[in-house]
């Protein structure tokens, strides 16, 4: 629970906010969203459920919105975790079309739910998210530092590998929402580029 505590130097009292509450507060919200839904998801649901007052509930969230961001990130960064262990591809491209079938799945499960539901902080999540897009660059590189059968002239000059992990990334975000074919064409094409003839 919420503790106070005497600032050091200070005559002034502060909050201090028990971390096992917001986790608790989280889980409650994550619980109810999945039950009924994002409109079933209200700070007085989530207090009542917590056993604490609503009041509380805003000491750590601000409103719906903000729960609704923490909730995206925290699964986002699970979701990426899960995946990294789950790639078994040796090859860029095969792995590349597990993560694309991975993260299609995920989009079309809770994670898409929650990104449409963030409304008015739509732009934070979208900036908060950048997280994702590292660990993502971060999966990708690890992928091709471990395929064998590329290029070894492939990164010269002004073509960096950090520079095509950063398209590849664009692309397979931006192909998540369009079909099947679509991505077998740009899984198709990277391995022309990538790989010696």
């Known amino acids: 629970m919420n503790m106070f505590i005497k600032e050091p130097g200070k005559g002034a009292i502060m909050k201090k906010k028990d971390d096992s509450l917001r986790e608790t507060i989280l889980s409650i919200a994550r619980d109810l969203a999945d039950q009924g839904g994002m409109d079933n998801l209200n700070i007085r649901s989530i207090a009542k459920q917590a056993g604490v007052a609503s009041g509380t509930v805003y000491n750590y969230f601000s409103n719906k919105d903000e729960i609704l961001l923490a909730l995206t990130k925290e699964y986002w960064k699970q979701t990426l975790l899960e995946m990294d262990a789950a790639i078994t591809a040796d090859s860029f491209c095969d792995g590349l079309l597990q993560i694309m079938l991975y993260l299609k799945e995920q989009i079309h499960q809770s994670a898409g739910k929650l990104m449409h539901s963030l409304g008015r902080v739509r732009r934070e999540g979208k900036e908060s998210m950048a997280y994702a897009q590292l660990e993502l660059d971060a999966i990708l590189t690890r992928l091709l530092e471990r395929d064998p059968g590329i290029r070894s002239d492939l990164w010269e000059g002004d073509f960096t590998r ?12 931006g192909l998540l929402k369009e079909d099947e074919q679509e991505a077998a064409f740009l899984i198709h094409l990277i ?7």
């Open 162 to 173: 950090e520079q095509f992990v950063s398209f590849v990334r664009r692309n397979l975000i």
């Open 191 to 197: 391995g022309r580029v990538i790989y010696k003839s």
